[in-house]
Each structure stands twice: as C-alpha cells, then as structure tokens.
C-alpha cells in the first residue's frame, strides 16, 4: 500500500506505514552509464578436518559453505566451478601446482586454500591465500574459533574471507555486520536482528504491540525506532538489549527515526505542531529544531552519511510522495524525482554518492521498484523489474550490497543482492510478514 492510499485512512497510519518491500536487478536503464565492480577469478577447494570424525566433517562443511557463501556474494570475486578441480587434498603450499588452477576451466587467478583442526575442542582453520601470477602466499595465518561448535566455523570463515578480500585491495567485507528487520513471525510486530546473510535472528524488542521502522546508528549498535504503545513514540535499543532514552512530550506522535553520520543526533516526524514534519534533535531527544514546513506529510529524512550535511526525505508537498532534499537546517529544498508516481525510502549510499529509493511510476504495472539516483550525473538507474513490490532499501557498509524488502515469493521477505544486481539472497523465509530492513555499520574492535 502506499502513501496516496494509506492518506485515505489517517495520516498517522500513512506516516508510520510508508515502508516498503523490494526486489532484485533484472534490468538497467539504458539512459545511464555504470561500469561494474573489479572481479577477481579464484578457486577454493575444500578444507578437510583433522582429526577426521563426523564432528570434524560436520563442522568442515560449515566453514566450506560459509566461505563459498562470503566470497561469492562479494561482488569482486567469482569462484571458479569445482567440476575442474584437481584432485587431491591441498593444505600445504606444497600441494598447489599452478599448471593445475591456471589451466581451461579453472582459469583461477589466485587459490584459497588451507586445513581445519580440531584440537581440545577447539576449532582452527589455517588460511592461505596463492597468487599464482606471483607464486607467493599473500596470506598465510592461523584463524582460530572459541569452541568447535558451528559458530566458531562461520567465525573463522567471516574472518578468512575478510581477510581475502582486503588483501586483493576490496576493502573491508560485510561478513561480521547484522541487519535489523521488522517481524510478526512471533505475533506482533517486533525489531529482530540477523547476520548478513539471514542466518542467527532473535528478536531484541517487546513491545507487544507495534515496533517499526527500526535504524542502525553508523557508529555503534544502537538502533532507533518507532514504538506504537498508546501513540507512536521514538525509543531507541542496542542490539545487546541496552535501551536509551529519547526526550519527547507526551500524546505526540513521533515516527520513523534515522540517525547523524556521528550518532549524535536524530532525524525524525512528528506532529507535535499540528501537520507532520521532519524534526532534527539531538541522539537523546533534546533540543528539537523543525526543519520543515509543507502542507504534506513530510517522513522518511536520512542524512547523506559522508558529509551530515545534507538530508533526502519524502514529501508530499507536490501531491504525491516525492524525493526531495535539503541542508540539514532545512534549507536549499530541492526536488529529486520529477517523472510523476509515487517515490519512497530514500537511502544514502556510505559514499554519498547516490541514492536509493523505491518508486512506482505513474506509467508502472509492476508496483514499486528500487531505483538508484546518481547525484552527480542525476541519473536514474532502475534496479528491479516486474519481480513483486519492492521498498525500503538499505545499503551495506561496503557501498557493494543493498537489502530490500519484496513480496515476489507470496509474502513480505527481505532479500539483499550486489549493486550489480548479479547475485540476490533471500534472508528470510517465515510465515508472516518480515520487512523495512536497516544495515548495521561496521563492528566496532
């Protein structure tokens, strides 16, 4: 449903609903030009346990599948097929010839490879890393987990994996950063937490009644979101279960929060001054500023997360919901999107470089679907076609993955994909409704 119609029930429920579901990347607009990411072609033979036992074989299969998982969803490395692989164990350099991995079908560029032990009930995985142009071992290192239970295994691979991908010159790896979600999937709406890739969620409110629009701080693991006990408030949790106050005057409705590039403030609406309005105070709720002053509802504000010095919102000044920014005093209002329809969930990319949004053109028979702004060029990129209703992006750390909410399997899932749209995930896959993702930052030594 979005904001034209949800307006035709109360404007409360209509700023504390316009969050969406989203898509993946099945075509790109020919108006604009976009060069994809470096690729780096390697192999990754199995790592065996020793000693060997069902233990070690069950745990082996972890690290396996999570590293393959890791690397192939980077977006910088494509695996090559194991169909072509020698046959052996390869542990030790010793084991790697290079005539093996550069050869047709292979046609790897460099080789992960290693062994898992088990020692006193501790799980470990030797790493290393050949580049086969070279001939050297880049990385060779010991990646140790707490204990031998499955946990240590995807530990270890997260780290290795990490590990490959900054030494290939990619930056850091999204392997070890959570999600924040909204789920029924235990009754009411509830602010859950999982890994990158879907997997570990529990849920970390109980409001027992509505929790949505949940946000990450960028600089630590407090989360923002809107509490709807008797009216919408903000309240704000870590994802550990800690809990912040956040000042705000009672029988206001307040919603759908998002933090400052420092986490030393929050954007926000209320409607403490009659219509709804975006309000800029500090993290605990003090010192609120107004920052805008329409006749529509003006919701959904997010700070470009590289300078703090701009905030994209939706308004509905124009008639229908549009894409708008402005300086974070709330000045210099400027309109982004300008093809008509209805445009929701503005996303800044880490770089702040565009932004990601969900539209439904006047002329679209799909519903929404998520779209990329380049504030330079100010072209549009269509990521998503004909694949359900697709919202509320959100960007991962590493500027390379976005996750989305969609509805193309039936009922409302998140799913994520790389900016190239090549490789998609769906993260959950519960009855009910799970929705309006929020990427964590980086995690903090």
């Avoid at 898509?23 to 790109?28: E, N």
């Avoid at 679907?369 to 694949?387: G, V």
């Amino acid at each position: 449903m979005n904001i034209r119609a949800r307006l035709k029930i109360a404007p409360i429920v209509a700023l504390l609903c316009c969050q969406g579901l989203a898509a993946r990347q099945d075509q790109i607009n020919s108006g604009t030009s976009r060069t994809g990411p470096p690729i780096v072609r390697l192999a990754l033979p199995e790592f065996r346990a020793t000693p060997a036992g069902d233990k070690g074989e069950k745990l082996a299969k972890v690290f396996n599948d999570t590293l393959w998982a890791d690397l192939d969803f980077s977006g910088n490395i494509e695996l090559s097929s194991r169909s072509f692989y020698p046959v052996g164990t390869f542990a030790v350099p010793g084991d790697i010839k290079p005539e093996d991995w550069t050869k047709p079908g292979v046609a790897a560029q460099y080789v992960a490879y290693g062994a898992i032990t088990l020692n006193n009930n501790r799980f470990a995985a030797t790493g290393r890393l050949r580049d086969l142009g070279a001939q050297q071992d880049p990385i060779a290192s010991n990646f140790p987990g707490p204990n031998d239970e499955d946990a240590s295994a995807r530990i270890a691979a997260h780290n290795f994996a990490d590990r490959i991908l900054e030494q290939l010159g990619f930056g850091k790896g999204i392997y070890r950063t959570q999600i924040a979600f909204v789920s029924d999937r235990g009754g009411n709406k509830e602010i859950y937490v999982m890994d990158y890739d879907g997997s570990n969620p529990h849920k970390i409110t109980a409001i027992g009644s509505i929790a949505i629009t949940p946000s990450w701080s960028p600089v630590d693991d407090r989360i923002a979101f809107t509490g709807w006990r008797s009216q919408p408030q903000i309240e704000i949790i870590s994802a550990s279960g800690g809990r912040q106050s956040f000042s705000q005057a009672t029988g206001v409705a307040n919603s759908v929060p998002a933090w400052s590039p420092d986490g030393k403030s929050i954007v926000y609406s209320s409607a403490r001054d009659g219509g709804t309005e975006i309000y800029l105070a500090d993290a605990d709720g003090r010192n609120p500023k107004r920052l805008t002053n329409s006749p529509g509802i003006d919701t959904s504000a997010v700070f470009n997360p590289a300078t703090g010095r701009r905030i994209a919102f939706v308004s509905q000044r124009s008639g229908s919901p549009q894409i708008y920014t402005m300086s974070s005093d709330g000045t210099d209002v400027q309109r982004i999107t300008d093809e008509g329809g209805d445009a929701e969930n503005p996303a800044y990319s880490p770089d702040g470089k565009m932004i990601a949004f969900a539209w439904q053109k006047s002329d679209s028979k799909s519903g929404f679907d998520i779209f990329l702004y380049d504030i330079t060029s100010q072209k549009f990129t269509q990521l998503t076609a004909n694949a359900g209703a697709d919202e509320r992006p959100t960007w991962a750390p590493d500027g390379k993955h976005i996750a989305f909410q969609s509805n193309r399997s039936g009922s409302n899932q998140i799913y994520s994909m790389t900016l190239d749209g090549k490789k998609v995930l769906q993260l959950t896959n519960t009855r009910g409704i799970n929705e309006g993702p929020t990427w964590s930052g980086y995690a903090t030594p």
